[in-house]
């Protein structure tokens, strides 16, 4: 079983939301970095969103949605 980041983001509460988002599809997802993100905060690098290849196509369906909506919020 392949593993893909399909999105990084530099807020843990964002990257969060999105992970619950694809669960409540039905698409498990693992969020990876947090920890590191959550201690060295300042220039620590990104927390990444993962998903399994065969999910990857309908995740991108699932962010991109969600992208839009958090954009319009902004």
Avoid: C, W
């Avoid at 969020?31 to 309908?58: C, E, R, Y």
């Amino acid at each position: 079983m392949k593993i893909i980041t399909v999105k990084q983001f530099a807020n843990e509460i964002k990257a969060r939301l999105y992970h619950h988002k694809l669960e409540e599809e039905g698409i498990p997802s693992i969020i990876a970095n947090a920890i590191s993100s959550s201690l060295f905060p300042i220039g620590a690098g990104t927390i990444s969103l993962q998903v399994k290849k065969a999910d990857l196509k309908k995740a991108k369906k699932i962010i991109k949605k969600l992208d839009k909506l958090y954009s319009e919020e902004d």
